[in-house]
């Protein structure tokens, strides 16, 4: 089946990062874990609920088409050394957020801070360090494995249901706001519902669910690749063949290596020659005598 991604989401966050966070945040362990416990279902229903909505799953995934995930963290632990890079993380993913929840990501927030006990930026950064991982895991998906907008559907429907029944019961205000009441997830066995042909299960490639479309884009993303790389090797082989013609001292021109100039001293003007050519041609005079003001005077030829 594919990737359980409330456990997944749960797992990035053990007992150690939640130590380190809640001493970064000035929080303490316990309501820090109440605030991961309430974001999690919270951040997961939310992308649900976004993908159910008319055209949400293709707008998800054209944004997930822009990202650049080279420094996306693939582990929360990546990120909360310093208090500068949990703020770099995630101001990163403001904009994913943003296009999961729209205007109601202020009142999902205090309604966190509230039932957690955490103030609400420290709300506010737990819902960034989970925003980024789950962002990171779907944008490489899509761009590397060619995870569709029906994909997408079909990955996170398959566990609606569980997003909603894990959602802390002290969050109803959440589930009200965000309609968790429409999160359940279709008739049939979870496998026969998320697809029985998904990709490996690994934290840099979790289980997604394939779709012929994902397959030709995988495939069109090789070919071009490679049409690339064909471009790539013409042109320097191109460029080799420039850099090696020779070229003058003057203008940089092209010459021909192979050319052999001669200089007008060259050429055989002797009396015998010119003779020799008149009598070729029948003449018995030198026409190339110029006449009155340089011009030849053909009277005087001699027939």
């Keep these: ?4 991604l409330v456990s997944y989401l749960k797992d990035q966050f053990t007992p150690a990062v939640v130590d380190k966070l809640s001493s970064t945040l000035n929080e303490s362990s316990a309501n820090t874990l ?6 999690l279902p919270t951040l997961l229903g939310g992308l649900t ?3 159910q909505a008319s055209g949400g799953a293709s707008a998800m995934v054209s944004f ?4 650049d995930y080279e420094k996306t963290p693939l582990d929360v632990s990546q990120t909360i050394d310093t208090a500068q890079a949990i703020t770099e993380t995630t101001n990163a993913d403001a904009e994913f957020l ?3 929840f729209g205007d109601k990501m202020p009142r999902i927030i205090e309604l966190i801070s509230i039932y957690s006990g955490t103030k609400q930026q420290s709300a506010m950064t ?15 998906q899509e761009q590397e494995n060619g995870l569709t907008a029906d994909s997408l559907k079909t990955l996170l429907l398959g566990q609606a249901t569980e997003f909603r029944q894990t959602l802390p019961s002290g969050l109803d205000g959440v589930a009200s706001l965000l309609g968790f009441d429409e999160l359940n997830t279709p008739t049939g066995s979870q496998t026969e519902v998320q697809a029985a042909n998904n990709l490996s299960g690994t934290i840099i490639n979790p289980n997604i669910p394939k779709s012929s479309e994902g397959d030709r884009r995988q495939e069109n993303v ?3 690749r490679w049409a690339m790389i064909a471009i790539a090797v013409l042109v320097f082989a191109l460029l080799v063949q420039k850099c090696g013609q020779n070229e003058n001292s003057v203008d940089g021109v092209s010459t021909d290596s192979t050319a052999r100039n001669e200089s007008n001293a060259a050429e055989d003007t002797s009396a015998a020659t010119k003779a ?3 009598q070729a041609h029948g003449e018995v005079g030198d026409t190339t005598v110029p006449g009155p003001l340089g011009i030849r005077d053909s009277s005087k030829i001699k027939r």
């Design 34 to 39: 109440k605030a991961i416990n309430g974001v």
């Design 64 to 67: 997930l088409d822009k990202g």
């Design 49 to 51: 609920r976004r993908v």
């Design 98 to 100: 943003e296009h999961v």
């Design 222 to 224: 090789r070919w071009l």
């Design 126 to 140: 737990i819902m960034g360090l989970a925003g980024s991982i789950l962002m990171g895991v779907l944008g490489r």
């Design 1 to 4: 089946m594919a990737v359980h």
């Design 276 to 278: 020799s050519v008149r």
